[in-house]
């Protein structure tokens, strides 16, 4: 039985997971580099979780209640006595393979290793530790709180009794786990990367201009969100990255990114987090 949680990585994507698993109950760990890192996502949470008491949706006893059970530290091998371990870093391949070894060599035989990869194989990963079998994708959406779906990537090796206490998990955490094996992007952003990347060779030569793209799109497909402010959620290096990963996956030229995108990236106009993307924020 799962009662306790690591979590490496205290960023959006990481606090937010810790969140929803506090919630459910669970002793939850995150784990990051820096204590103003845990202390900005221990805050959100603190924030996050008082909207929700604001709302009438939660108590405030039970508001305290869940921020208890969330320890943060900048020691990782911490993370040695938890049950279930979930990896919420940057998007980048040889910091994940790193990640994953280190964790590998800390947490107990048997624990299962989890991925928050948008992209990256999950068989690649797993293959840097001696657990293959206990290794999975849990791949959550933005904002995790609110979203409620959860991509359950199966490695070539992860077995059904990973994937379906895995699964369990997500189910406790109020989340709908939808199964789906692997490949570059998965299907969530397989899917949607591609019309990002679109709309902004759409902006790149001049078809029409951002506001005039994301109006077509909300208005005329009833998207809640536009492609180029939904890039800037997200993170334009994220973008990249993720069409980076199909791009080489598939060796096919449709999954090109766009020259603008990655001269956004190069001049460091990630979207929301620098208050510049393809808008620009106060």
Aim: aromatic share 6%; with cysteine.
């Amino acid at each position: 039985m799962i009662e306790s949680i690591g979590v490496v990585g205290a960023g959006t994507m990481g606090g937010g997971i810790a969140q929803v698993a506090a919630k459910a109950g669970l002793a939850v760990v995150v784990s990051d580099v820096s204590t103003e890192l845990l202390a900005r996502a221990t805050q959100k949470i603190s924030d996050s979780l008082q909207r929700e008491v604001d709302k009438q949706r939660l108590t405030a006893e039970t508001r305290v209640e869940i921020c208890s059970r969330i320890e943060t530290t900048t020691e990782i091998e911490r993370l040695a006595t938890t049950n279930f371990v979930v990896e919420a870093v940057n998007e980048d391949l040889e910091v994940k393979l790193a990640l994953f070894r280190r964790l590998d060599q800390i947490v107990q035989p048997g624990v299962i290793l989890a991925s928050n990869t948008s992209s990256i194989s999950i068989t690649k990963l797993a293959a840097a530790t001696r657990r293959p079998d206990r290794f999975i994708g849990m791949h959550f959406m933005n904002p995790v709180p609110v979203m409620k779906l959860v991509e359950m990537i199966r490695g070539i090796a992860t077995s059904k009794e990973t994937f379906d206490e895995t699964r369990a998990l997500a189910e406790r955490m109020n989340k709908t786990p939808v199964e789906v094996n692997d490949a570059p992007g998965f299907i969530s952003n397989r899917v949607l990367m591609p019309m990002i990347n679109e709309a902004i060779f759409a902006l790149y030569e001049g078809v029409g201009t951002a506001e005039a793209i994301d109006s077509i799109m909300k208005l005329g497909m009833n998207h809640p969100m536009g492609p180029l402010q939904l890039a800037d959620f997200i993170g334009l290096d994220v973008c990249l990255s993720i069409m980076n990963v199909l791009y080489d996956g598939f060796n096919d030229s449709k999954y090109r990114p766009c020259p603008l995108l990655k001269k956004y990236v190069d001049a460091g106009w990630l979207g929301r987090k620098t208050g510049r993307g393809f808008y620009v924020y106060a």
